[in-house]
């Protein structure tokens, strides 16, 4: 059992900056791809970005492609989400997500279902 937690949300005014942290309970996290997915009230869970094991494999959702960086410290078991330009429509509560990857040949998911453990979430609130 992975438990995921997230920190570094809070409010910003648009254009600013945030830095979001998932720390990892699993010293074996470099095992694991590690994913941001957000909930906007209202709406369906949505990716954001993804990260495979060793930072080989990196992919985003197009409308934060430029803005947001997706990165892990396999390390220290903890994954980031550095988030620039922030917009009023990027309000929502962003989870951190994690699989274990089984083969090299794992495709990197974008779906939630997919994912195996989930943290609890942190606000992220931008305002216009």
């Known amino acids: 059992q992975v438990h995921l937690a997230e920190s570094g949300g809070g409010l910003v005014q648009a254009g600013g900056s945030l830095r979001l942290s998932c720390s990892a309970s699993?010293?074996?996290?470099?095992?694991?791809?590690m994913s941001w997915f957000r909930q906007a009230p209202g709406r369906e869970r949505e990716f954001v970005a993804a990260?495979?094991?060793?930072?080989?494999?990196?992919t985003y959702i197009d409308s934060v492609k430029g803005r947001f960086t997706i990165s892990r410290d396999d390390a220290e078991n903890t994954g980031a989400l550095l988030m620039n330009s922030l917009r009023p429509e990027d309000t929502a509560v962003y989870y951190c997500?994690?699989?274990?990857?089984?083969?090299?040949?794992?495709?990197?998911?974008?779906?939630?279902?997919?994912?195996?453990?989930w943290g609890q979430g942190t606000q992220v609130t931008v305002s216009s």
């Open positions: 997500a994690a699989v274990l990857r089984r083969t090299v040949w794992q495709v990197l998911a974008t779906r939630s279902p997919a994912y195996e453990y």
């Open positions: 990260i495979s094991t060793r930072g080989t494999r990196i």
């Open positions: 699993e010293r074996t996290f470099a095992n694991y791809d």
